[in-house]
């Protein structure tokens, strides 16, 4: 339901005297945005190992942890390939589950605790050695070779391959229960400069700016998701997005593959909401869990938790299957080294996914709670958000370099402060403010940021 349909007099004008001061102090910014259906906590839930010996089972620990990331605020659960059995080990196939019946618990329980569940699927990769797979799908030497899979980049320009993909990636949906779709989208621009094979209608200009075929493509799934009511998340590659007009996606997972964070953060700004970074701890070293909310809050974004069962890494040892050399594959190195941990720490810290860390992150979970609760009403429906603002009446004086300031307006006024240098810096404002979840604090109008923090503030009334 929109809360801000049913919104009093007073609360209706203390919106707008608001909306008023926002609009009437910024001078300039990157963007504005009215928040109207926006899920900010969202998990990416580890079921279990796949490969596997056995079916990963569902248990009263999961729902234990549904409740546990439900009252910390979080409201939509991503399930990702563990949740299918895309090596055909138990019966199954890319688009069905590992454990049929085990799944349907899972979801249950997710819908008890009032969770969304997402499924993962792909509008382009696709096993090669399936039984099912077609030569004809996808152009000659383009694929993903990593772990135990080798996977096609199946072109959007193929009609049979969108035949056979379309209704399986919406029986996700349709058969299973899933509240949307997580698209893996695994899309590649390079495969436009080789030979196309002879099933492919080119329909569309490809441009070094623009996606013909793959955009058609995920608008067309976009809104059949949309008919079911359901959610749609998309993710290309490292801080990628689809270059289209259309719109294409809910949510763009952003992060896999990049270890500069400053760098991630100054590209996926630009893109349009909502972006949720999974930030790639496998990779990247940020100095502390706080930072990661430091590069995400101000630009109307939150980040994934990495979440669920700890990852055994019995996935990367299951005989019969051909797995890549640690020496020369990322992933068989870095899983390995969890199940190593594992075997040697049964006590933890755990990891929980393949973008966690080895050893894992023992605060993880506390900070993500933290950092939730604060920033949840910054973005309840009806918010204008001011992303980066550039000059404003609010503050006396320029921002001192390498801080950025955002507004976000509804009921309450929010500034969100944040110090991307490492040395501490002073911020005056006009009006007075007080720091978010703090009742005993006075109001202010200066402010003391050290370096790479991060402080929400609310405007005293």
């Given at each position: 339901m929109n809360s801000f349909i049913y919104l009093s007099a007073d609360e209706q004008r203390?919106?707008?005297?608001?909306?008023?001061v926002a609009e009437q102090s910024v001078r300039g910014c990157l963007r504005r945005h009215l928040i109207?259906?926006?899920l900010p906590g969202q998990v990416t839930y580890n079921l279990g190992e796949y490969p596997a010996l056995a079916p990963w089972e569902p248990s009263e620990e999961d729902e234990r942890l549904l409740g546990e990331y439900r009252a910390a605020g979080v409201e939509l659960v991503q399930l990702h390939e563990e949740w299918n059995d895309a090596e055909r080990l138990f019966g199954g196939d890319k688009f069905t589950p590992t454990n049929r019946a085990g799944l349907r618990r899972f979801i249950d329980m997710a819908h008890?605790?009032?969770?969304?569940?997402?499924?993962?699927?792909?509008?382009g990769f696709f096993?090669?050695?399936d039984p099912d797979f077609r030569r004809e799908w996808a152009r000659e030497g383009n694929h993903l070779v990593e772990a135990w899979f080798r996977y096609a980049h199946c072109s959007p320009a193929s009609p049979s391959w969108r035949a056979y993909l379309l209704p399986r990636l919406l029986a996700l949906m349709d058969e299973w229960g899933a509240d949307g779709i997580y698209d893996d989208c695994g899309y590649s621009r390079e495969a436009w400069n080789l030979p196309a094979t002879e099933d492919e209608v080119l329909a569309f200009e490809e441009r070094a700016d623009r996606?013909?075929?793959?955009?058609d493509l995920l608008a067309l799934v976009y809104a059949a998701v949309k008919q079911r009511g359901g959610i749609f998340k998309v993710h290309i590659s490292g801080t990628g997005a689809p270059l289209t007009d259309l719109r294409v996606y809910d949510y763009l997972w952003v992060g896999e593959g990049i270890a500069d964070l400053d760098g991630q953060r100054e590209v996926v700004k630009h893109h349009s909401p909502y972006v949720v970074p999974a930030f790639d701890l496998s990779r990247a070293r940020p100095a502390n869990e706080d930072e990661l909310y430091l590069h995400a809050i101000p630009y109307l974004q939150f980040p994934l938790l990495i979440g669920g069962r700890p990852v055994t890494g019995e996935?990367?040892?299951?005989?019969?299957l051909q797995y890549q050399p640690e020496e020369t594959d990322f992933w068989t190195r870095h899983m390995r080294a969890i199940r190593r941990h594992y075997l040697e720490h049964p006590e933890g810290p755990h990891s929980y996914g393949w973008w966690d860390s080895t050893p894992g992150r023992p605060d993880a979970f506390d900070r993500f709670r933290h950092w939730l609760a604060l920033y949840r009403p910054l973005v309840t429906p009806g918010t204008w958000a001011y992303l980066e603002v550039k000059d404003?009446?609010?503050w006396h004086s320029?921002?001192?370099?390498?801080?950025v300031a955002s507004l976000f307006a509804n009921q309450e006024l929010w500034l969100v402060l944040a110090n991307y240098t490492h040395a501490a810096v002073e911020v005056a404002t006009r009006d007075p403010f007080v720091p978010a979840g703090d009742a005993v604090t006075a109001p202010s109008t200066r402010f003391r940021l050290p370096g790479r923090t991060l402080q929400i503030l609310r405007r005293s009334s």
């Open positions: 203390r919106r707008l005297s608001n909306i008023a109207t259906d926006y008890r605790q009032g969770l969304k569940v997402l499924l993962y699927g792909s509008t096993e090669e050695r996606d013909g075929a793959f955009a996935r990367m040892v299951v005989p019969g404003s009446a609010l320029p921002l001192p370099e390498g801080v």
